[in-house]
């Protein structure tokens, strides 16, 4: 083992007799002892490994918590920035638990069975590291929630409907009740920032918006005209309203609720060109079997998106899933895949208040490509 925090079903050689979330000592095939590890006897990750010396789990998660919290007390210190992860799971030590704060509320992801058991066994311990870290209320969502439909489970005070953060003193509105992920992508934070500084004088095409956090660092970036497209409407009220807070009119902007594909179609036909194209979409490829399906997706959305650049404009692509690789991902940008000759600035994946362990590739997820045409 290098350090995989995982080993899945067809990995175990001997299984004892436990429940989903149990923690038990894990022995290498030549009877060293591994660690402590969280057990899903029935999951395909049947063992999540907690990697760790302490013979003692509640000492262990306390430890791994004051260390997760610290090192984001110190991240954030400025208070510029008040929505960003606590714990961001195997990065942090506790497996399958992601803790995102907004403000005085958190909202725990919990990644399956096992990891939500272990949640519940241990959230004294969590509500009491919250509560010192300044957060008044605890909600909880489940992983495999789809979006629209769910409900964060209150665990600590209420967690409201929505709530205000700031981000690097941008404010936004977040919706915590119909939001993806636990309410926003805080992953993309310096992707918006670096959005905010490419976008003064330029008109800006924000493809797959949901709440506009990118039209947003546009205009107060300085963009002239901002187009924001996503299927779903109810993303662009979340926008309109965070526009509003820090003083932009959301009615000069255009908030468009179709298919990005259909509408970059539409607006080629049209002939119109923006100078910087922002294409963020949910992910095309969800396993290894449709990889090369969701690479050909991607390829077919670059193209698309670099047809309506204006001359010299600048692209920003996004791709948030782990199966695609950085390389693969830059094959879907180069002049072949966009018949445009684009240099590549930078290629950034999350911000440090969402580490990962060096020999997880499942966390290398998000890719964000910075691209110039010559
Ligand atoms: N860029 C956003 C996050 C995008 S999440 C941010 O920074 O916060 C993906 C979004 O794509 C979701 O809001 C979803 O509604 C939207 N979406 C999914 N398929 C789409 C499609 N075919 N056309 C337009 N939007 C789509």
Redesign the pocket.
């Known amino acids: 083992m290098r350090g995989h925090p995982w080993v899945f079903r067809e990995g175990v050689a001997r299984m004892p007799e436990v429940e989903p979330g149990d923690v038990v000592s894990v022995e290498g095939a030549d009877g060293r002892a591994l660690g402590l590890a969280l057990c899903d006897p029935g999951g395909a990750i049947a063992v999540r490994m907690l990697s760790s010396p302490e013979a003692d789990e509640a000492a262990l998660v306390r430890a791994r918590l004051a260390s997760a919290f610290d090192l984001r007390a110190r991240l954030f210190a400025s208070g510029e920035t008040t929505a960003y992860r606590l714990l961001n799971g195997e990065g942090d030590g506790l497996p399958g638990i992601v803790v995102d704060r907004y403000a005085d509320v958190a909202v725990a992801r919990l990644d399956g069975e096992a990891p939500a058991r272990f949640f519940t066994r241990h959230l004294g311990a969590f509500v009491a590291a919250l509560h010192a870290a300044g957060v008044v209320s605890v909600g909880a969502r489940r992983a495999d929630a789809r979006?629209g439909e769910v409900k964060i489970e209150d665990l600590e005070g209420e967690v409201p409907r929505d709530v205000l953060v700031r981000e690097h003193r941008m404010k936004m509105w977040v919706d915590l009740h119909h939001g993806?992920k636990t309410g926003?992508?805080l992953d993309?934070r310096e992707s918006?920032r670096r959005v905010r500084e490419l976008a003064a004088g330029r008109r800006v095409l924000?493809?797959?918006?949901?709440?506009g956090?990118?039209s947003l660092a546009a205009a107060q970036g300085g963009a002239t005209h901002t187009t924001s497209?996503?299927?779903?409407a109810g993303?662009h009220k979340t926008g309109a309203r965070s526009f509003q807070e820090n003083g932009l009119d959301p009615r000069a902007h255009a908030w468009i609720t179709?298919?990005?594909?259909t509408?970059l179609e539409g607006a080629r036909a049209r002939g119109e060109a923006w100078d910087l194209v922002?294409c963020?979409?949910?992910s095309f490829a969800h396993n290894e079997r449709s990889r090369a399906r969701g690479l050909a997706a991607y390829r077919k959305l670059h193209a698309a998106a670099a047809a309506v650049l204006a001359r010299g404009g600048a692209l920003c692509a996004?791709s948030c899933s782990s199966h695609v690789t950085h390389d693969d991902f830059l094959s879907t940008l180069d002049v072949a895949a966009t018949g445009r000759a684009l240099r590549l600035h930078e290629l950034t994946g999350p911000p440090a208040d969402h580490p990962i362990t060096p020999a997880w590739p499942e966390g290398r997820y998000l890719k964000f490509a910075w691209l110039t045409e010559l």
């Open positions: 979006a993806q926003a992508f993309q918006r924000n493809l797959f918006s949901y709440a956090g990118f497209v996503d299927l779903a993303g179709a298919d990005a594909f509408f922002i963020d979409p949910p996004a």
